[in-house]
């Protein structure tokens, strides 16, 4: 199912960054789209600049989306395509408390899995949906030092993995963008991890939201906004040990500076 001048959307975690970058994007090719945040004033003001209709609340929670899904499905008429954009970092070290581990399940990986409860039914009825995870590359290689968000993050590919593998078949689209550095402010929270996420090149969310676009023409899995990162994925899977141990280097070269 392309995503059409017409067609429906929902962003989640849109109030500001990737998701923001992906909702004006949408609009801006003639989707209609409802946005969501859990930060009520800045979803507000985004809806506005950007001519989406805003949905507040926590899209993660039984209840939010459940909620988030309906008021979108009044507004819209149905909801062709999910973008499950919102994500939280949290977490440093072995030592990151229980709290930390269960809230970044909650947002990264349980809240694509209520939403898509929702969802993929009513697209197998209708032979047509697309779910699209914002999962970072870091779910795809490992986000050293921060093993909640790394952890999560897999676990998300991997459920958009199972989607596309079971769904397909049905017309339902499944797609994971897995970008490295990204000039939001998770990046700017990151400290000495900055310079290191954006050895790449960190992109604009604007750059991001053009890959996902993009993508849509193909309707390909993987959306890889910086291309090296499926060389260091291909890496990964064939040259295990090294890869680790590059990681553990470059993890050396973190330790040295905190």
């Given at each position: 199912?392309?995503?059409?001048?017409?067609?429906?959307?929902?962003?989640?975690?849109?109030?500001?960054?990737?998701?923001?970058?992906?909702?004006?994007?949408?609009?801006?090719?003639?989707?209609?789209?409802?946005?969501?945040?859990?930060?009520?004033?800045?979803?507000?003001?985004?809806?506005?600049?950007?001519?989406?209709?805003?949905?507040?609340?926590?899209?993660?929670?039984?209840?939010?989306?459940?909620?988030?899904?309906?008021?979108?499905?009044?507004?819209?008429?149905?909801?062709?395509?999910?973008?499950?954009?919102?994500?939280?970092?949290?977490?440093?070290?072995?030592?990151?408390?229980?709290?930390?581990?269960?809230?970044?399940?909650?947002?990264?990986?349980?809240?694509?899995?209520?939403?898509?409860?929702?969802l993929v039914p009513e697209w197998?009825?209708?032979?047509?949906?697309?779910?699209?995870?914002?999962?970072?590359?870091?779910?795809?290689?490992?986000?050293?030092?921060?093993?909640?968000?790394?952890?999560?993050?897999?676990?998300?590919?991997?459920?958009?993995?199972?989607?596309?593998?079971?769904?397909?078949?049905?017309?339902?689209?499944?797609?994971?963008?897995?970008?490295?550095?990204?000039?939001?402010?998770?990046?700017?929270?990151?400290?000495?991890?900055?310079?290191?996420?954006?050895?790449?090149?960190?992109?604009?969310?604007?750059?991001?939201?053009d890959a996902a676009w993009e993508?849509?023409?193909?309707?390909?899995?993987?959306?890889?906004?910086?291309?090296?990162?499926?060389?260091?994925?291909?890496?990964?899977?064939?040259?295990?040990?090294?890869?680790?141990?590059?990681?553990?280097?470059?993890?050396?070269?973190?330790?040295?500076?905190?």
């Amino acid at each position: 199912m392309p995503v059409a001048p017409g067609s429906t959307a929902v962003v989640t975690g849109a109030a500001g960054g990737i998701g923001r970058a992906l909702a004006a994007r949408l609009v801006a090719e003639g989707v209609r789209v409802v946005v969501n945040d859990i930060d009520e004033v800045r979803l507000a003001e985004t809806a506005e600049q950007i001519g989406a209709h805003p949905v507040a609340g926590d899209a993660a929670s039984v209840e939010g989306v459940q909620r988030l899904v309906d008021e979108a499905k009044a507004h819209l008429g149905q909801i062709d395509a999910w973008y499950g954009n919102a994500g939280i970092d949290r977490g440093i070290g072995l030592d990151c408390p229980e709290e930390d581990w269960a809230a970044s399940h909650e947002v990264n990986v349980m809240a694509h899995v209520r939403a898509a409860r929702l969802l993929v039914p009513e697209w197998v009825e209708r032979k047509a949906g697309r779910y699209v995870v914002t999962a970072s590359a870091a779910g795809l290689l490992t986000m050293i030092g921060a093993p909640t968000y790394s952890v999560t993050k897999h676990a998300a590919v991997a459920f958009a993995e199972w989607l596309s593998a079971t769904y397909r078949h049905h017309g339902v689209v499944v797609q994971a963008i897995c970008p490295q550095g990204v000039q939001t402010g998770m990046l700017e929270r990151s400290g000495v991890m900055k310079d290191l996420l954006s050895r790449d090149t960190a992109l604009t969310p604007e750059q991001v939201a053009d890959a996902a676009w993009e993508a849509t023409t193909d309707d390909r899995f993987l959306v890889l906004p910086h291309p090296e990162v499926g060389d260091y994925y291909a890496a990964r899977a064939t040259q295990t040990d090294k890869w680790l141990s590059g990681m553990n280097r470059l993890w050396q070269h973190v330790e040295g500076q905190v």
